[in-house]
């Protein structure tokens, strides 16, 4: 499974351009233009799973850095207070890590539920 099978690659494309210059990386904006913000639940977890590179089940923080890098493997690397700053988003349980299935991808829909709202 590619990333690309679940989001367009115009608006990966469009998503990354907004945030080449370090420490401009807002998650919850990324996920609205790369169109997460509109999957189902289902696909959420599947780039959850993308993410998880060594399938630990938890994305930890060294393959939250990596983030960007799974939409294009020319993108930059998170600086460590992006890296933080997402971290502290999905971490509901302060354990350093998101679970891929569950509270984080439960987050991340209500972020989902909010956009829709406005
Ligand atoms: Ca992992």
Redesign the pocket.
């Given at each position: 499974m590619a990333i690309t099978d679940i989001l367009s690659a115009k608006d990966i494309e469009s998503a990354l351009s907004s945030c080449q210059a370090e420490d401009s990386f807002n998650y919850k904006s990324f996920f609205s233009t790369v169109g997460l913000s509109s999957k189902t639940p289902d696909q959420i977890k599947k780039v959850f799973g993308i993410l998880?590179?060594?399938?630990?089940?938890?994305?930890?923080e060294e393959?939250l850095q990596l983030f960007l890098k799974n939409f294009s493997s020319s993108a930059r690397v998170l600086t460590s207070a992006e890296t933080k700053a997402f971290l502290a988003a999905g971490d509901t349980d302060g354990d350093g890590?998101i679970g891929v299935e569950g509270k984080a991808a439960g987050n991340f829909i209500q972020v989902r539920l909010q956009n829709a709202c406005v």
């Open positions: 998880d590179q060594d399938k630990s089940g938890f994305i930890e393959e890590k």
